[in-house]
């Protein structure tokens, strides 16, 4: 057998990543709150409800479980809703928590990255229009001070947005996230506020803490054109590209915000990334089609071929890895890795998807491209979101009635990564034999 390790860098950072709604539990106050209760909106209506129950205090089980896995950093997002939940308000015990949980982080030797916006936004936010609203900015940026006041002592990686890219696309496009439009005008508004927002954040957080390390993670998606031959194939994949996974990055590098049918200057934007974060999971082909106007023509669907995810959530296309970090190299700063993963419960295609995205990882760092870090989507399974609790992302599985957690075999796996700070032919050989002879070949 053949005897290797695809070596990482020393200083690596290897974690799992989580949001405060999706693990919290009992968020009232937020949007996503709001959307569960209406008919419809979720899969089998289905709520977040105590979700991991960490606001109940099993927040710290579960960083114990990260750290006895040999994890050094911890990714976790705040929940505006929370700490500030009336524009006029703060919440001090809300801020004590946070405080609470990344000590706790550090004093388990993970360093935190902190998430400030993942996804739900307060009430009274929504109240006012939203992202929508150009005064948002503003909003998030008083919000942000408040939190890095409190919490810069034990952290100093902030990610300012999660996802921006998708959570305007399925709030304002797609219409399954809160507020369900389907509104160009409305998504290219939430984009451009968005930017705005995370240039005052940007700044503000540099201001406070000049050492800060400040960035944001974008949903990377890999993109192919269905049909080789066929130009408009060629076309529509450019097109989506550019919107969903260039826009929000490039106008961090160079202050033009990228809409459709637009451009706009958000000067203060020019320069305020400190590093990439890529949430890749899969790739889609890209097909034209003129029945398809909402979409902007395109039609996306999966290799026929290619290896499903549980749901068919996800294909298992470990090469777009690479890709997207190809990508993120244009921008010129560190480039994370702040999601990868993919929902199966029974824990049969994890294995393997783990050790066929991280070899991709690998072959950037050995082409020295400077990425950092990975983290894996997520530490113990949590509310997916509209998709209710169908998906199972975690490395350990929850019970959401009783609250156990119940290992699977990838916690093992990982771990191993984590403490080798490697992925060796030992692991593949054990943990995802199916792929042994791609990975190592003789
Ligand atoms: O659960 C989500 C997360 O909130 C954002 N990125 C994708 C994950 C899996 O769907």
Redesign the pocket.
């Known amino acids: 057998m053949a005897q290797a390790t695809f070596h990482f860098p020393r200083g690596f950072l290897w974690g799992t990543a989580t949001?405060a709604h999706?693990v919290e539990g009992g968020n009232t106050n937020n949007n996503w709150y709001a959307w569960e209760q209406e008919p419809g909106r979720i899969l089998n209506g289905e709520k977040s409800g105590l979700a991991c129950d960490w606001w109940g205090g099993r927040w710290r089980e579960d960083f114990q479980r990260a750290a006895d896995g040999g994890q050094n950093t911890h990714r976790l997002s705040v929940e505006w809703s929370r700490i500030q939940p009336t524009p006029d308000r703060w919440d001090e015990t809300a801020l004590d928590r946070y405080l609470e949980m990344v000590r706790a982080l550090t004093e388990m030797g993970m360093m935190p990255m902190v998430t400030l916006h993942?996804?739900s936004d307060p009430l009274w936010l929504m109240e006012k229009g939203g992202w929508e609203n150009p005064a948002v900015a503003g909003y998030f940026e008083t919000f942000v001070r408040r939190v890095v006041e409190t919490l810069k002592d034990y952290v100093s990686m902030w990610c300012t947005i999660?996802?921006p890219n998708?959570y305007a696309t399925m709030g304002y496009v797609m219409g399954v996230f809160p507020p369900g439009k389907k509104d160009v005008a409305a998504y290219s508004r939430v984009t451009y506020n968005m930017v705005r927002g995370h240039a005052a954040a940007y700044r503000a957080i540099h201001a406070l803490q000049p050492q800060a390390r400040v960035g944001t993670a974008i949903?990377y998606r890999s993109m192919v054109p269905a049909k080789g031959w066929f130009p408009p194939d060629h076309w529509v994949t450019r097109v989506q590209s550019a919107l969903y996974n260039d826009a929000f990055a490039r106008a961090l590098q160079d202050g033009w915000v990228r809409l459709p049918l637009a451009r706009k200057r958000v000067a203060e934007a020019k320069g305020t990334h400190d590093f990439i974060g890529v949430?890749y999971?899969t790739r889609d082909l890209v097909s034209f089609n003129l029945l398809k106007a909402g979409d902007l023509f395109s039609r996306r669907t999966y290799r026929s071929e290619a290896e499903l995810s549980t749901t068919g959530f996800i294909a298992n296309e470990p090469e777009g890895m690479f890709e997207a970090i190809k990508w993120a190299r244009q921008f010129n700063v560190p480039i994370i890795i702040t999601?990868n993963g993919v929902e199966d419960p029974e824990d049969r295609l994890r294995p393997r998807y783990l050790a066929q995205h991280l070899q991709q990882v690998w072959r950037a760092v050995n082409f020295n491209w400077p990425v950092k870090g990975y983290y894996h989507?997520?530490l113990v399974d949590n509310f997916?979101?509209e998709r209710g609790w169908s998906?199972r992302?975690g490395l350990w599985e929850l019970n959401v009635e009783t609250q156990a957690r119940v290992k699977r075999a990838s916690v093992d796996f990982f771990a191993d990564v984590c403490r080798e700070n490697g992925l060796s032919a030992d692991m593949v050989a054990r943990y995802a034999p199916e792929v042994f002879a791609q990975l190592f070949p003789n």
Request: proline content about 0%; hydrophobic content about 35%; cysteine-free.
């Open positions: 949001a999706q993942h996804f999660n996802e998708v949903n949430n999971y999601e989507w997520s997916e979101w998906q992302f």
